[in-house]
């Protein structure tokens, strides 16, 4: 049955390493991944090309209801994402789309409009959902619950080794306050804002690697 599909839910800020540790865990476990982030920069993408204001929140919700959007990996295993059948790969993981995303996450009616489609992705075997809420709101009833952090310069320098690595360029000093910035509006922000959830673990992983993290996880998984 697919409400009883266990969860485990990955939140924290930017640059914490969710993205890739989920990644690890699901595919260490067989279970789906949910990068719940991406819909939220989908959102911006769709809007951006659509010609939508970022500042007209019904124009927005509309937009993310509406969102036409596919995951897939190709050959290699790499992730692919494409919006209203185009390729947006790249697109949708540079510093620009994550600001807008942002932004457009703050509005109430958009978390609303992908909150069902983000269920959606709770299925068996099970689901590995990284995001900031996935804890709080999304799937407060997950099996597991992980906030997973990082020191502030390490997150922008793990940012900066991926971007770089993505082909795209961008100055560190610049991402440091850029990831600022993101965390803050995300903490502060009314609806939805980034925190624990009550019963969730914490997990710091700096200084740690993706090896070790991802094991934590799969041990803490194993302990329930
Ligand atoms: O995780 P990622 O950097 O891709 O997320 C982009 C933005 O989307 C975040 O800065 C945050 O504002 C928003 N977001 C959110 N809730 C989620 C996932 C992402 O508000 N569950």
Do not use: C
């Amino acid at each position: 049955m697919t409400e009883s599909a266990p969860v485990i839910a990955i939140d924290g800020p930017s640059g914490s390493g969710k993205g890739t540790i989920a990644r690890r865990v699901a595919d260490a476990l067989g279970w789906h991944l949910l990068d719940s982030g991406a819909l939220y920069r989908l959102v911006a993408l769709a809007a951006e090309k659509s010609g939508a204001s970022l500042h007209d929140p019904e124009v927005l919700a509309q937009v993310a209801r509406t969102l036409d959007v596919e995951f897939d990996s190709n050959e290699d295993g790499a992730e692919r994402i494409r919006l209203s059948g185009k390729d947006v790969t790249l697109d949708v993981r540079t510093e620009e789309t994550g600001a807008r995303a942002s932004a457009v996450a703050a509005i109430p009616a958009v978390r609303t409009a992908l909150l069902e489609r983000q269920r959606g992705f709770q299925q068996p075997p099970g689901l590995v959902a990284d995001g900031r809420d996935m804890g709080t709101q999304v799937f407060p009833d997950a099996r597991h619950k992980i906030f997973l952090t990082a020191s502030a310069e390490e997150r922008a320098r793990r940012r900066h080794k991926q971007l770089k690595d993505k082909g795209l360029d961008v100055s560190l000093a610049a991402l440091s306050r850029d990831i600022e910035d993101r965390d803050r509006r995300d903490s502060e922000r009314s609806v939805a804002p980034l925190r624990p959830a009550e019963d969730a673990r914490i997990l710091d992983s700096s200084g740690r690697s993706i090896e070790a993290v991802t094991q934590t996880v799969l041990d803490w998984v194993a302990e329930r």
